[in-house]
Protein backbone atom coordinates (compact mmCIF):
# COMPACT_ATOMS: atom_id res chain seq x y z
CA UNK A 1 0.00 0.00 0.00
CA UNK A 2 1.06 3.52 -1.11
CA UNK A 3 -0.79 6.69 0.28
CA UNK A 4 -0.14 9.69 -1.60
CA UNK A 5 -0.80 13.67 -0.35
CA UNK A 6 -0.24 16.42 -2.66
CA UNK A 7 0.61 19.89 -1.76
CA UNK A 8 1.24 23.25 -3.24
CA UNK A 9 -1.87 24.16 -4.83
CA UNK A 10 -3.57 27.85 -4.71
CA UNK A 11 -4.64 30.64 -7.01
CA UNK A 12 -2.53 32.44 -9.25
CA UNK A 13 -2.85 35.05 -11.90
CA UNK A 14 -2.95 33.75 -15.95
CA UNK A 15 0.84 33.93 -17.60
CA UNK A 16 2.28 32.99 -13.73
CA UNK A 17 3.90 29.51 -12.51
CA UNK A 18 3.38 27.43 -9.90
CA UNK A 19 4.71 24.01 -8.41
CA UNK A 20 2.99 21.50 -7.09
CA UNK A 21 4.27 18.31 -5.11
CA UNK A 22 3.37 14.65 -3.95
CA UNK A 23 4.54 12.66 -1.39
CA UNK A 24 4.02 9.20 -1.17
CA UNK A 25 4.50 6.92 2.06
CA UNK A 26 4.60 3.33 2.27
CA UNK A 27 5.56 1.06 -0.33
CA UNK A 28 8.67 1.33 -2.79
CA UNK A 29 8.27 4.27 -4.16
CA UNK A 30 11.26 3.59 -7.23
CA UNK A 31 8.40 0.74 -8.03
CA UNK A 32 5.85 2.93 -9.10
CA UNK A 33 5.28 4.66 -12.09
CA UNK A 34 3.41 8.15 -11.35
CA UNK A 35 1.07 10.07 -13.22
CA UNK A 36 -1.04 13.70 -12.76
CA UNK A 37 -4.38 13.92 -13.32
CA UNK A 38 -6.89 16.98 -13.23
CA UNK A 39 -10.42 17.21 -12.57
CA UNK A 40 -12.58 20.81 -13.41
CA UNK A 41 -15.88 20.94 -12.29
CA UNK A 42 -18.28 19.26 -14.32
CA UNK A 43 -15.42 17.21 -16.12
CA UNK A 44 -14.09 14.03 -16.49
CA UNK A 45 -10.76 13.40 -14.90
CA UNK A 46 -7.93 14.36 -17.59
CA UNK A 47 -4.59 13.13 -18.23
CA UNK A 48 -1.71 16.00 -17.34
CA UNK A 49 1.82 13.94 -17.06
CA UNK A 50 3.56 10.66 -16.59
CA UNK A 51 6.84 9.60 -15.44
CA UNK A 52 8.86 6.05 -15.34
CA UNK A 53 10.04 4.68 -12.62
CA UNK A 54 13.50 6.10 -13.28
CA UNK A 55 12.16 9.43 -14.24
CA UNK A 56 13.99 8.99 -17.53
CA UNK A 57 10.83 9.27 -19.26
CA UNK A 58 8.05 11.25 -19.24
CA UNK A 59 4.61 11.93 -21.34
CA UNK A 60 2.05 14.92 -21.30
CA UNK A 61 -1.53 15.68 -22.14
CA UNK A 62 -1.44 17.78 -25.68
CA UNK A 63 -3.16 20.39 -23.75
CA UNK A 64 -0.25 21.05 -21.45
CA UNK A 65 3.10 19.95 -23.52
CA UNK A 66 5.76 22.63 -23.43
CA UNK A 67 3.99 24.33 -20.32
CA UNK A 68 4.15 21.87 -17.39
CA UNK A 69 7.30 19.20 -16.10
CA UNK A 70 6.98 16.56 -14.55
CA UNK A 71 9.82 15.02 -12.02
CA UNK A 72 10.27 12.72 -9.90
CA UNK A 73 13.00 12.23 -6.81
CA UNK A 74 12.99 8.93 -5.71
CA UNK A 75 15.11 9.33 -2.50
CA UNK A 76 13.05 11.89 -1.06
CA UNK A 77 9.79 10.15 -2.04
CA UNK A 78 8.59 12.76 -4.08
CA UNK A 79 7.40 13.66 -7.45
CA UNK A 80 6.70 17.45 -8.99
CA UNK A 81 4.48 19.31 -11.22
CA UNK A 82 5.94 22.31 -12.49
CA UNK A 83 3.39 24.38 -14.42
CA UNK A 84 4.37 27.37 -16.07
CA UNK A 85 2.09 30.09 -18.58
CA UNK A 86 -1.01 29.06 -16.45
CA UNK A 87 -4.38 29.41 -17.78
CA UNK A 88 -8.00 29.74 -16.82
CA UNK A 89 -8.27 26.61 -18.18
CA UNK A 90 -6.01 24.66 -16.02
CA UNK A 91 -8.20 25.56 -12.96
CA UNK A 92 -9.20 22.25 -11.48
CA UNK A 93 -7.93 20.16 -8.84
CA UNK A 94 -4.77 17.84 -9.37
CA UNK A 95 -4.26 14.31 -8.48
CA UNK A 96 -1.12 12.17 -8.60
CA UNK A 97 -1.63 8.79 -8.90
CA UNK A 98 0.74 5.35 -8.59
CA UNK A 99 0.31 2.37 -10.76
CA UNK A 100 2.56 -0.41 -9.53
CA UNK A 101 2.44 -2.82 -12.24
CA UNK A 102 5.15 -4.31 -13.55
CA UNK A 103 3.52 -4.91 -16.50
CA UNK A 104 2.97 -2.12 -19.28
CA UNK A 105 -0.13 -0.61 -19.32
CA UNK A 106 -0.23 3.01 -20.42
CA UNK A 107 0.40 5.94 -18.17
CA UNK A 108 -2.45 7.95 -19.75
CA UNK A 109 -5.25 6.19 -18.70
CA UNK A 110 -6.44 6.89 -14.96
CA UNK A 111 -8.00 3.36 -14.50
CA UNK A 112 -4.46 2.22 -14.93
CA UNK A 113 -3.45 3.35 -11.37
CA UNK A 114 -3.99 2.23 -8.35
CA UNK A 115 -3.31 4.63 -5.66
CA UNK A 116 -4.32 8.29 -5.79
CA UNK A 117 -3.83 11.27 -3.58
CA UNK A 118 -6.60 13.41 -1.91
CA UNK A 119 -6.12 16.26 -4.70
CA UNK A 120 -4.76 19.88 -4.46
CA UNK A 121 -6.74 23.04 -5.86
CA UNK A 122 -5.07 24.93 -8.67
CA UNK A 123 -7.08 28.22 -9.82
CA UNK A 124 -5.71 29.96 -12.12
CA UNK A 125 -7.58 33.74 -12.44
CA UNK A 126 -7.45 35.80 -15.71
Known amino acids: QVQLVESGGGLVQAGNSLRISCAAS????????MGWFRQAPGKGREFVAFITRSGVSTSYGDSVTGRFTISRDNTKRTIGLQMNNLKPDDTAVYYC???????????????????WGQGTQVTVSS
Open 97 to 115: AADPSTTYRSGRIASNYDY
Open 26 to 33: GGIFSNYK
